[in-house]
């Protein structure tokens, strides 16, 4: 199957400081990949859609300012946590459509811990 | 937000017996997929349903789909202590790729 990755996998940070989380589709071209957020014991949480060449689409309630979204290729997808606070550690999971099969190739989620 | 409610929440079995996970949801839907995901990590692909059809294979994995009550199954069968994981069901509305999970079973296969 496709795969996807993403860096880092786990970060630390202090409180106020930005994180960037980068998705990248290593053997195929992902116009489309997708941002999640799951906190312990629950389910994923759609935080944005991200087009290649356009403007995220954010859902409803997720700050677009906070988690800057940029999609500069067919396969890299970047999230930035600007001015992180101790509420955004989380489980961040990226990942990218594939449009042959339709279906969604999950990266293996970036841990973030905000002190 | 949340589309899918699973059930059970959590599920505990011996090694051998067969699993079963339920989930329903709420709008039409193209496809509905059943994914895995094991502790701290992403998320894997299991299987695929279209509205179209009623039951699909695949290994150990039997899923089922009824969109007249808006519910599918995943069945696992002669489960193993590596299947241990949570599972979610997925649905992809009639438009667009997105997804919406529900809320996910916690299967426990004790060896």
């Known amino acids: 199957g496709a795969v996807v990755s993403q860096h880092p996998s786990w970060v630390i940070c202090k409180s106020g400081t930005s994180v960037k989380i980068e998705c990248r589709s290593l053997?195929?071209?992902?116009?489309?990949m997708f941002w999640y957020r799951q906190f312990p014991k629950q389910s994923l949480m759609l935080m944005a859609t991200s087009n290649e060449g356009s403007k995220a689409t954010y859902e409803q309630g997720v700050e677009k300012d906070k988690f800057l979204i940029n999609h500069a290729s067919l396969t890299l997808s970047t999230l930035t946590v600007t001015s992180a606070h101790p509420e955004d550690s989380s489980f961040y999971i990226c990942?990218?459509?594939?449009?042959?099969?339709?279906?969604?190739?999950f990266g293996p989620g970036t841990r973030l811990l905000v002190l | 937000s949340q589309q899918g409610e699973e059930d059970p929440q959590a599920l505990s079995i011996q090694e051998g017996e067969n699993a079963t996970m339920n989930c329903s949801y709420k709008?039409?839907?193209?496809?509905l997929q059943w994914y895995r995901q094991n502790s701290g990590r992403g998320l894997v692909h299991l299987i695929l349903?279209?509205?179209?059809?009623r039951e699909k294979h695949s290994g150990r994995l039997r899923v089922t789909l009824d969109t007249s009550k808006k519910s599918s199954s995943l069945l696992i069968t002669a489960s193993r202590a590596a299947d241990t994981a949570s599972y979610f069901c997925?649905?992809?509305?009639?438009?667009?790729?997105?997804?919406?999970f529900g809320e996910g079973t916690q299967l426990t296969v004790n060896p």
């Open positions: 997925a649905t992809v509305e009639t438009s667009g790729s997105r997804l919406t």
């Open positions: 990942s990218a459509y594939g449009q042959i099969e339709e279906t969604q190739y």
């Open positions: 053997d195929f071209q992902a116009t489309t």
């Open positions: 709008t039409s839907i193209n496809n």
């Open positions: 349903i279209r509205s179209n059809e």
